[in-house]
């Protein structure tokens, strides 16, 4: 035999990032909510396609050094989306404006892949009562508002312990 090219290797040419494949194909069967022969079929190609057009734009898939401990944090995440929403509640209909202990944080990264700030940044967002707003230019600084925290400094801590430790784990 020769030594042409493997069929791995053929198939991470054709399919660069399987899962935004995976992903692309399913978004478009939902949307069209039909699952006709041509609504396959073009799903099928914006899931081979899209990824080609956009693989020089990400070239690697991030790495993630703990499956496990991703799907606990998603957990973890999820579960503190739901205590927030109480939390924010509980503050807008029963504390007034001017008792509220709004601050700028400026959180200090530890973590250096892009991919980890992303999630840090959004996990942030995501949950209620707090918004990441700027990343600085070197990456080393994320700009929070939190919309009550007694002190801007634990508040920081908190984030820190909480959340980019864990992602640290998973990211490296």
């Not at 006709?36 to 899209?50: F, S």
């Not at 700009?143 to 002190?151: E, G, N, P, R, Y």
Request: proline content about 6%; overall charge neutral; some cysteine.
């Amino acid at each position: 035999m020769t030594g042409g090219p493997t069929l791995r290797a053929v198939l991470r040419r054709c399919v660069p990032h399987p899962a935004i494949s995976v992903l692309l194909v399913g978004v478009w069967l939902g949307l069209n909510n039909d699952f006709g022969a041509g609504t396959v079929l073009m799903g099928v190609v914006l899931g081979l396609v899209v990824p080609q057009l956009v693989s020089g734009l990400w070239p690697a898939p991030p790495r993630i050094l703990s499956w496990h401990k991703l799907f606990a944090y998603i957990a973890l995440v999820l579960w503190d989306i739901v205590v927030a929403n109480l939390a924010v509640a509980r503050l807008v209909l029963f504390r007034p404006v001017a008792q509220m202990r709004m601050h700028w944080i400026a959180v200090p990264l530890d973590l250096h892949a892009p991919e980890a700030i992303a999630v840090f940044a959004a996990t942030i967002t995501l949950t209620p009562g707090t918004v990441s707003c700027d990343l600085s230019a070197d990456g080393r600084w994320l700009l929070v508002h939190c919309l009550d925290a007694a002190d801007a400094g634990e508040a920081a801590i908190g984030l820190k312990s909480r959340y980019e430790d864990r992602l640290k784990e998973i990211f490296g």
